[in-house]
């Protein structure tokens, strides 16, 4: 039987963690963390995550310092406000919630983050620091979704060390990071994307297989290796009929998992560990800045 890997649990395993932490800050500097969340307009998807996001940090203690602006503004605006946030003292993560209404220019909006501040771990400081750093350095600011995989593959206590790793997709936010912290456990990386000849030769070599593709069930079980471990990062709703619809991820879950040693499922799996990773940033950039 495969083990299914309880992203709730082990998200909920770390809250109660920074909970403790963040009652210790408390206690000894009679402050918590502070996280600025700033959404502009009104994406669906972004409101449920924004809200998502919100509702946890709560939980652990982690004071949030809403910021829901109208699609309407400015990009100097958004410039500005974020300004406001890097000299607040008692705000320590800034997370911008993606995608921006087109006008706005990405890269530039994250980038004016400080990188002290920076929730997600994707300022271009942070992403040099974690692909510079000789192992997983608790001070790092690390993109939240591969962090939560590899604390994900970390609950299954193996080694590591040796395994032959491949990651599927090289986007900025999920494939190329998870990379970087394999890579710091000593597995053999590979990573695979659109251009790749033979993928599913590649992966089926994988001991551990990640899938950050973005395309609904498509690794099925001629891609996986029995035995292997299978993390699925997708997140993509499909339409059973007119008035239904449901989540899947890029794995076919029910086809490969049977000959899996381990599979985290969609939904239940990576998304509950994003957050709990965002949560885990916030009390990180908190406690440097305090040290
Ligand atoms: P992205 O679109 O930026 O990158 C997708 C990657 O997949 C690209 O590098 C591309 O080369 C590769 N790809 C596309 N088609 C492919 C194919 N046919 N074969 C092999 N590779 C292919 O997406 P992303 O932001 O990295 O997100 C990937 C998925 O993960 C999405 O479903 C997204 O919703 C999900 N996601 C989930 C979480 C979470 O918390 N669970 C967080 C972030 C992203």
Known sequence: MP???????????????????????????????????????????????????TKAANEVGINVFDHHLKDTIEQGELLNLINQLNN??????????LPLPKSFNEQKILDSITPEKDADG???????KLSISQK??????????PFGCLLLLKELNIDLVGKNAVVIGRSNIVGKPMAQLLIKESCTVTIVHSKTVDIEKICKKADILIAAIGKPELVN????????IVIDVGINRIKLNENKSKLVGDVFFNEVK???????PVPGGVGPMTIACL???????????LA
């Open 3 to 53: 083990h299914i890997l309880d992203g709730k649990k082990v998200a909920q395993k770390l809250k109660e963690q920074l909970k403790v932490e963040i009652d210790n800050i408390k206690l000894k500097f009679k402050r918590v963390p502070g996280l600025a969340v700033i959404q502009v307009g009104n994406v669906a998807a972004s409101s449920v995550y924004v809200k998502a996001k």
């Open 88 to 97: 607040h003292n008692d705000v320590d993560g800034i997370l911008v919630q």
């Open 122 to 128: 994707f300022h271009p400081i942070n992403v040099g």
């Open 136 to 145: 997983n350095d608790e001070n790092l600011l690390i993109p939240c979704t």
């Open 221 to 228: 079980k001629n891609w996986v290796k029995d035995g292997a």
């Open 258 to 264: 049977e000959n899996t040693m381990a599979i985290s």
């Open 279 to 289: 949560l885990r940033n916030t009390t990180t950039s908190c406690k440097n800045r």
